[in-house]
T-cell receptor, first 114, second 114 residues
């Protein structure tokens, strides 16, 4: 079985500051990793995904994430956040090799203060 | 706009009642997933359909059922409703059932049980 841990339930940060949202996973097989963002009263939207290749993945809205296999992590980063980045962020993992349902973390609420 | 349409957006009903939630997947997507999102449980996978057939089951109660029709739209039926069923219900779709496919989420149906 696979699992995802988002270590912080809430991350407050000031506008224009850098931010890192942490995600660790456990799986006995190769994985695919995703970050989704959920704005208030909306569904989840894909921010970025890691399938294979370069471990540094760039996504939309200036976000990037780095896959670290030895530490089983996929942390999300942004060098300078905006008020509009205030949202809930979800890390998800699924495994390679056929049909499999992704497992989502509990989410991290990013709160950007002016 | 994810291309996934869910109706209705809000539903208010009473305990013991039955409701039907509807989802139209993104054009071309064959796989439909249903999730329940609540504050205490996070995002819980309920069930997946692929091209009309049930593909995977998660934490779906026996009082809940779903189906995917030939035109690929899906319905989630919730019966004998209890207060604890109050939650956001999301539908997501993907092109296939493979683990490397990102999911596209609708904006959800907010179900309130009085």
């Amino acid at each position: 079985a696979q699992s995802v841990t988002q270590l912080d339930s809430q991350v407050p940060v000031f506008e224009e500051a850098p931010v890192e949202l942490r995600c660790n996973y456990s799986s006995s097989v190769s994985v695919y990793l995703f970050w989704y963002v959920q704005y208030p009263n909306q569904g989840l939207q894909l921010l970025l995904k890691y399938l294979s290749g370069s471990t540094l993945v760039k996504g939309i809205n200036g976000f990037e994430a780095e896959f670290n296999k030895s530490q089983t992590s996929f942390h999300l980063r942004k060098p300078s956040v905006h008020i509009s980045d205030t949202a809930e962020y979800f890390c998800a993992v699924s495994h390679s090799g056929g049909s499999y349902i992704p497992t989502f973390g509990r989410g991290t609420s990013l709160i950007v203060h002016p | 706009d994810s291309g996934v349409t869910q109706t209705p957006k809000h539903l208010i009903t009473a305990t013991g009642q039955r409701v039907t939630l509807r989802c139209s997947p993104r054009s071309g997507d064959l796989s439909v997933y249903w999730y329940q999102q609540s504050l205490d449980q996070g995002l819980q996978f309920l069930i997946q359909y692929y091209n009309g057939e049930e593909r995977a089951k998660g934490n779906i109660l026996e009082r809940f059922s779903a189906q995917q029709f030939p035109d690929l739209h899906s319905e989630l039926n919730l019966s004998s409703l209890e207060l604890g069923d109050s939650a956001l219900y999301f539908c997501a779709s993907s092109a296939s059932s493979l683990g490397n496919q990102p999911q596209h989420f609708g904006d959800g149906t907010r179900l309130s049980i009085l």
